[in-house]
Structure formats: C-alpha cells, structure tokens
Nanobody
Framework: DVQLQASGGGLVQTGGSLRLSCATS????????IGWFRQTPGTEREWVST????????YYADSVKGRFAISRDNAKNTGYLQMDSLKPGDTAVYYC????????????????????WGQGTLVTVSS
C-alpha cells in the first residue's frame, strides 16, 4: 500500500529556513514525480513545486521561485523541500503527493493529477 509522510514543519521567523521531508513506501518511487502543495484554512490547495521522476526537471510556483528548492533521493524513497527566506505568506499546511500522470503542459501544477497524498506538516512563519 502507498504511504507518504510529510515532516519537518515548525515555527520560524521571517527570513528563516525549514527543510521538509516526504518519506514514502509501497510503490516504485522512481516511476513517480513528487510534488509539494500547501493549504490554509478556507483556501484551495496551492501548488508549490514538483520534481520529475526521470529527467531531473524541477518546477516552481512563481510565489516560491528563488526561495525554495525541491529535491529527491530515490535510494531513500524520499522527497525534500528546502525552504529559505520564509515569509508569513508561506504559512500553511504543506502536503507531498505523487503522480505518474505526466500529460498536458501544466501537469506538474495540477492538484487533480496527483494520485496519492500524505499527511500535511504545518509551517508557521512569524512576522
């Protein structure tokens, strides 16, 4: 069975850093792209970043470009999101998810393309 577990969230001040991890099991990790999304109460889930499965390609939402870095360690079946220069607007529950549905020009940012989701980890950035 597919399992994803996000961790690494916490409370930081503006300008601080956090590294989120997504530990996975129960599937062929190398065959899936891994994405990060975030959500605050009363809002729709927002795409943050995605790492492809086979060509080392990465994608970032404009809101985090230059501040966040996505990576993956296929040997450990784990994805990461390094978050630097954090802002209060980054406060959210962050979720990791996976997909093999790499079709369409914007597949990497579409919530509905991602098939399996982990529990979120809360990131709070104080002003």
């Amino acid at each position: 069975d597919v399992q994803l577990q996000a961790s690494g969230g916490g409370l930081v001040q503006t300008g601080g850093s956090l590294r989120l991890s997504c530990a996975t099991s129960g599937f062929a990790f190398d065959d899936y792209a891994i994405g990060w999304f975030r959500q605050t109460p009363g809002t729709e889930r927002e795409w943050v970043s995605t790492a492809s499965s086979n060509i080392g390609r990465t994608y970032y939402a404009d809101s985090v470009k230059g501040r966040f870095a996505i990576s993956r360690d296929n040997a450990k079946n784990t994805g990461y999101l390094q978050m630097d220069s954090l802002k209060p607007g980054d406060t959210a529950v962050y979720y990791c998810a996976i997909t093999r549905r790499r079709y369409g020009s914007t597949w990497f940012s579409e919530v509905e393309k991602f098939d399996f989701w982990g529990q979120g980890t809360l990131v709070t950035v104080s002003s």
